[in-house]
């Protein structure tokens, strides 16, 4: 199985590498990552388009808030690019396990957690690759999460469930032009300052 899972390079220099094989070398940011039991390996088009906005939008710094975190990818990943916290959120005990392991092999301090247990947090980027419905219901809990003036990037939307999602998240935020692949929208905008 192992022969099935080459690395995967999601931007200029940023890529995932499953253990087994060698990593490319700096400048390269990898992040080491194997098949399991939870989602986010870099080969789904969410995935990669969510790394690829992390890598756009992280400036050095910021919190970080991955909510459906599966593997941990989006957490970790957004450690290795200069946040100063991440933090992901899954109902899956089984990923939540797995983004453990997983920031313990890549050398990164990330807190995982039940996200059915109360999360005290205001990250400056919320992140969550989930579905349309879940992020629909998701609305307010996630526009809380963002602090004003800070950025949310939703994930697992197809290209005909857009306006709907940015209809359920346009009393907080300000949508930019989606990034899309494969038939997938990344939809990314900014918490406005006033609207709580």
């Not at 200029?12 to 039991?37: E, K, N, Q």
């Not at 899954?90 to 939540?96: E, K, T």
Request: glycine share 10%; aromatic share 8%; proline share 7%.
């Amino acid at each position: 199985t192992q022969a099935q899972f080459d690395p995967i390079r999601i931007s200029g220099r940023l890529w995932v590498v499953p253990s087994w094989h060698t990593p490319p070398p700096p400048p390269a940011i990898t992040l080491s990552l194997d098949p399991g039991v939870a989602f986010g390996t870099g080969s789904h088009p969410t995935t990669r388009l969510c790394l690829q906005w992390l890598e756009r939008h992280l400036r050095g710094g910021e919190t970080v808030l991955d909510y459906g975190c599966g593997s941990g990818i989006l957490a970790i990943a957004a450690m290795k690019l200069g946040a100063a916290r991440a933090a992901g959120a899954d109902i899956d005990p089984a990923a939540v396990r797995a983004a453990r392991e997983n920031a313990g092999r890549n050398r990164v301090t990330c807190k995982f957690s039940d996200s059915r247990s109360p999360l005290a947090f205001e990250a400056d980027i919320v992140v969550a690759n989930i579905l349309a419905n879940p992020l629909k219901l998701l609305a307010p809990l996630l526009a809380d999460y963002v602090r004003a003036g800070g950025r949310i990037a939703l994930l697992g939307i197809l290209e005909h469930h857009q306006e709907e999602i940015e209809g359920c998240y346009a009393q907080w935020f300000e949508f930019e032009v989606p990034a899309r692949e494969e038939g997938w929208v990344c939809l990314s905008g900014m918490r406005k300052a006033l609207s709580r």
